[in-house]
């Protein structure tokens, strides 16, 4: 075996399971914390993939890629909240088959706006030239825009682990958890929660999905794609656990990547697999929600 070729295809997996913490940081905030369950949540991801890359088509590598972390979070999320306040308020009280139900049909009205509004084309853009190179450690390349990624997933998972474990917030949602009837008693305003979690987890999709754009070609199918894969995150990681959530992304990174020396098609296989396997030794997951075993 090439070790030096399996070496760098692990940190090549790690860094894809930073960008899927990324994604899955939010979907465990709606799903495990909260109980919403959104698979337009991918749609947020591919919609800021796809005007990241106009923000650099537009402005060049640098201050493309710069404007666009700076704006098309903040878009995303107030666009998730709005979607929130409008769609997912009126279909909480039909449960999980509501939220599946009208967030399946936003997966297919985003998708076709997309195709309308950047078209069918799949694209790709360069990284910054300042990320564009290679850093050697130990006799290894590492690109600079990968180890760019990891450094934004560290602040998320520390920002997400303070917001669910430290802050007021977080004791709320807690708190939603186990009784959102009593917390509305005692004078919480229940639905502002939820949209402001929804409008965090959109923002997490939009910083996930112009990091991404740097990375690979941008199409209409990451929105299916990259939200299984979120989904399985959660899974393996446990419902509303950070830590988990970024040891599973990490796993499932590492294991898509490895498969590749040996099998040329059939990465979704390996990510299933990895699912059952540890849920054969961990039915709950690798951690269950914040604060708890």
Known sequence: MNWQLFSAQVLAGVANGALYFLVASGL????????????????FFMLA????????????????????????????AAFGAALEMSLFRRVYASGMWGQLLVSFGLVLLLNNAARLVF?????????????????????????SYQLAVLAVTALVAVYLWYLLSRSRTGRLIRAAVDDPQMLGAIGVDVRRLRTQVMGIAAL???VAGVIAVPRGAINLGLDVQIVVIAFAVIVIGGL????????????????????????????EVVIFAVMVLVL?????????????E
């Open 28 to 43: 465990t905030l709606l799903w495990g914390a909260l109980g919403v369950v959104n698979l337009a949540h991918g749609s």
């Open 49 to 76: 993939a796809f005007a990241g890359a106009v923000c650099i088509q537009v402005w060049g590598p640098e201050a493309g890629l710069l404007a666009a972390l700076l704006l098309v979070p903040l878009a995303s």
């Open 119 to 143: 078209g069918a084309d799949a694209r790709s853009m360069p990284p910054p030239r300042m990320l564009s190179g290679f850093v050697e450690v130990g006799g290894l390349r590492l690109a």
């Open 204 to 206: 997490l999709a939009g």
């Open 240 to 267: 509303g656990a950070v830590w988990g959530s970024l040891a599973a992304a990490t796993l499932i990174g590492v294991a898509e990547a490895v498969s590749t020396m040996f099998l040329n098609q059939g990465s």
């Open 280 to 292: 054969l030794v961990r039915p709950t997951g690798l951690r269950t929600i914040v604060g708890r």
